[in-house]
């Protein structure tokens, strides 16, 4: 069980387009998800918590008008790129909370993006 | 703010060999405390999850443990394999917004 989805698993786009990625919790309910960012041989970086339903919550440093985040339901959040640049390039990770489970996150697999 | 360090940033070993990784932070107050591995280019996956009460954790050569108060976390892996070659990440929940703070990780390679 807790299983979390994210498509694409990688995506070539070029420079000006913008880029839409799905994070999905299959077997359980997700009131929250979570949107990580990650380079290459750096840590994870949270950018931005998302709740079902309202607006989302960014991270100081984390443009939101770049990076538009929708959770419309208790099992999907998508985080837009928009006008994607060369340093937008990264791996980036959802998470989802369990609301049976308190402060467990489970993740997805992932999402390489890369802007040419 | 919450920060979290890990120490060594990378380790080799032979195979057999049991080993000890750290994990320090520097908010005690903390929910919980997870260790994940991560393979290169994948995504995570959870290792051990030890909550802010407990002290420590087992799961079969893996035994995670937590001083809450001194703010540190180690995890212990025994008999190493040339499988268990990954980045290993800590990361506390703090906060009411549940956020996970991560660690900067340990590349760790198992040499036959």
């Known amino acids: 069980g807790a299983v979390v989805s994210q498509h694409p698993s990688w995506v070539i786009c070029k420079s000006g387009t913008s880029v839409k990625i799905e994070c999905r919790s299959l077997?359980?309910?997700?009131?929250?998800m979570f949107w990580y960012r990650q380079f290459p041989k750096q840590s994870l970086m949270l950018m931005a918590t998302?709740?079902?339903?309202?607006?989302?919550?960014?991270e100081q440093g984390v443009e939101k008008d770049k990076f538009l985040i929708n959770h419309a339901s208790l099992t999907l959040s998508t985080l837009t790129v928009t006008s994607a640049h060369p340093e937008d390039s990264s791996f980036y990770i959802c998470?989802?909370?369990?609301?049976?489970?308190?402060?467990?996150?489970?993740f997805g697999p992932g999402t390489r993006l890369t802007v040419t | 703010k919450q920060e979290v360090t890990q120490i060594p940033a990378a380790l080799s070993v032979p195979e057999g060999e049991n080993l000890v990784l750290n994990c320090s932070f520097t908010d005690s107050a903390i929910y919980n405390l997870q260790w994940f591995r991560q393979d290169p280019g994948k995504g995570l996956t959870s290792l051990l999850l030890?909550?802010?009460?407990?002290r420590e954790q087992t799961s079969g050569r893996l035994n995670a443990s937590l001083d809450k108060s001194s703010g540190r976390s180690t995890l212990y892996i025994a008999a190493s394999q040339p499988g268990d070659s990954a980045t290993y990440l800590c990361?506390?929940?703090?906060?009411?917004?549940?956020?996970?703070?991560f660690g900067t990780g340990t590349r760790l390679q198992v040499t036959l």
């Open positions: 998470s989802a909370r369990d609301l049976q489970k308190s402060y467990e996150q489970y």
């Open positions: 998302s709740n079902e339903g309202s607006k989302a919550t960014y």
């Open positions: 990361a506390v929940h703090t906060g009411t917004a549940s956020k996970l703070t």
């Open positions: 030890i909550q802010s009460s407990q």
């Open positions: 077997d359980f309910q997700a009131t929250t």
